[in-house]
């Protein structure tokens, strides 16, 4: 079992940059695929993107291709979500998500069986 623990949340312009962290308890993380979700008032949660184990795969939704890195260090049980040139739509609350069994990297929330608290991401027009 792991416990996770998101922040780096906070307000930011448009076009600027912020880094989420999820610090994840325990001594198997690098036995966990883990991914990053995010909700809007009022929307379902939405993929963002997920990492395999390693950090040697990655995959992400279309509209933060090319903006946002996902990167973990497995030393220190931690999973990152760089965001770079945020937009007022990417508010949201982001969670983490970790899963143990899972032989490719998901993109449903139901395929995840560990979730963070969430943090608050906010993007000013």
């Known amino acids: 079992q792991v416990q996770l623990v998101e922040s780096g949340g906070g307000l930011v312009q448009a076009g600027g940059s912020l880094r989420l962290s999820c610090a994840a308890s325990?001594?198997?993380?690098?036995?966990?695929?883990m991914g990053w979700f995010r909700q809007a008032p009022g929307q379902e949660r939405e993929f963002v993107a997920a990492?395999?184990?390693?950090?040697?795969?990655?995959q992400y939704v279309d509209s933060v291709k090319g903006r946002f890195t996902i990167s973990r260090d497995n030393a220190k049980n931690t999973v990152y979500l760089q965001m770079n040139s945020l937009k007022p739509e990417d508010t949201a609350v982001y969670y983490c998500?970790?899963?143990?069994?899972?032989?490719?990297?998901?993109?449903?929330?139901?395929?995840?069986?560990?979730w963070g608290q969430g943090t608050q991401v906010t993007v000013s027009s």
């Open positions: 998500a970790g899963v143990r069994d899972l032989t490719r990297l998901g993109v449903r929330s139901w395929q995840y069986d560990y």
């Open positions: 325990g001594r198997t993380f690098s036995s966990y695929v």
């Open positions: 990492i395999s184990r390693s950090g040697g795969s990655t």
